[in-house]
């Protein structure tokens, strides 16, 4: 069974940083990319960045410069450094795992999600 699951979530104050991770374990033979979402309250769920295998990023227009999504294929792990964080940044994030290669096929999966909160 292959299992999504974030961590780092927490409390910081505006301008301060927080890590997230997320580990997708289980027999994977591949992904084709992993991503942040955010959704905050009464909010559609939207991209915040996205890493293929290869090492291709993507982020929203309101993250650039401040957040870098990285990933250890090795360990099927991404990670989201999130620097100069704001209140707008409040949301909880989920992890996203595309094109996931199992011994069953091809499927994506998400995480739980994990609470940030940027007071200010």
């Known amino acids: 069974q292959v299992q999504v699951v974030e961590s780092g979530g927490g409390l910081v104050q505006a301008g301060g940083s927080l890590r997230l991770s997320c580990a997708a374990s289980g027999i994977i033979f591949s992904i084709n990319a992993m991503g942040w979402y955010r959704q905050a309250p009464g909010e559609q769920r939207e991209l915040v960045a996205r890493i293929t295998g290869g090492g291709r990023t993507n982020y929203a227009d309101s993250v650039k410069g401040r957040f870098t999504i990285s990933r250890d294929n090795a360990k099927n792990t991404v990670y989201l450094q999130m620097n100069s964080l704001k209140p707008e940044d409040t949301a909880v994030y989920y992890c996203?795992?595309?094109?996931?290669?199992?011994?069953?096929?091809?499927?994506?999966?998400w995480g739980q999600g994990t609470q940030v909160t940027v007071s200010s």
């Open positions: 996203n795992a595309d094109g996931v290669v199992t011994v069953r096929g091809k499927f994506d999966y």
